[in-house]
């Protein structure tokens, strides 16, 4: 009983997460974002992303190789018409720990956020989904290396990082490194945040939107 509450508890704060990425994303992006390396040899030039539509969204997959390899999804920013345009932001998902990079394509939340000009990355982490588990992920900066070799393989560049529970593991070390690399962080009672002192999190220079610290059933379940 207590774990389908637990479940229950996690996909409520997925859930808000998403409607947190659609109301609150436009008012954090300032100015324009370099387009990356593969947006340039397409000539694609920026529009004004369309409003939430039946617009067909082709969510992708792809597996980047390394120890461990990491499968991801990938929604592609589009027009009104669906056709691919610059993004206004990247935007990059992980999970908690009953969840994979599955589930923000069920909830809708990739297409939604292609539908609106971003491009939306949610990447399996190691022992979920698709990519495989791995001991070269058992310290903080392991698992703040394998972020940012996600994050530099697909051209990510100051995304915003969205961190639900579990992941907390990888978020909050990384963020702590390199916030510099951050245009905004959305914990979502993440785990692991005290692990750190209050002058350290003083000291992060990002936008965060959102925080519910660890408190409660969430912290072994999401």
């Known amino acids: 009983m207590n774990f389908l509450r637990n479940r229950l508890v996690v996909l409520g704060l997925v859930l808000l997460a998403t409607l947190l990425l659609y109301l609150l994303l436009p008012s954090i992006r300032q100015g324009s974002m370099e387009?990356?390396?593969?947006?340039?040899?397409?000539?694609?030039?920026?529009?004004?992303?369309p409003?939430?539509?039946?617009?067909?969204?082709?969510?992708r997959t792809g597996q980047l190789p390394g120890d461990p390899p990491l499968f991801f999804r990938e929604a592609l920013p589009v027009d009104g018409a669906?056709?691919?345009?610059?993004?206004?932001?990247?935007?990059v998902l992980l999970h908690g720990q009953a969840f994979s990079s599955k589930t923000w394509e069920e909830l809708g939340t990739l297409a939604l956020?292609?539908?609106?000009?971003?491009?939306?990355?949610?990447?399996?982490l190691p022992g979920?989904?698709?990519?495989?588990?791995?001991?070269?992920?058992?310290?903080?900066?392991h698992r703040v290396d394998l972020l940012g070799r996600f994050m530099e393989a697909l051209g990510v560049r100051t995304a915003v990082l969205l961190s639900p529970s579990m992941s907390g593991h990888y978020s909050i070390?990384?963020?702590?490194?390199?916030?510099?690399?951050?245009?905004?962080f959305i914990p979502i009672a993440p785990v692991g945040?005290?692990?750190f002192t209050p002058q350290q999190y003083q000291s992060i220079q990002v936008r965060v939107m959102l925080a519910f610290w660890e408190n409660g059933p969430t912290d072994s379940s999401g």
Do not use: C, E
């Not at 040899?41 to 992303?49: T, Y």
């Not at 956020?113 to 399996?124: P, R």
């Not at 979920?128 to 900066?141: E, I």
């Open 193 to 195: 945040t005290r692990s």
């Open 128 to 141: 979920f989904g698709n990519s495989p588990d791995s001991d070269a992920v058992k310290t903080d900066q």
């Open 113 to 124: 956020l292609a539908t609106n000009g971003y491009q939306a990355l949610a990447v399996d």
């Open 173 to 184: 070390p990384f963020l702590m490194k390199h916030s510099a690399q951050l245009h905004g």
């Open 51 to 59: 409003q939430p539509s039946a617009i067909n969204v082709s969510v």
């Open 35 to 49: 387009p990356s390396l593969d947006v340039q040899r397409m000539g694609l030039a920026a529009v004004s992303p």
């Open 82 to 91: 669906g056709r691919q345009i610059l993004p206004r932001l990247q935007v």
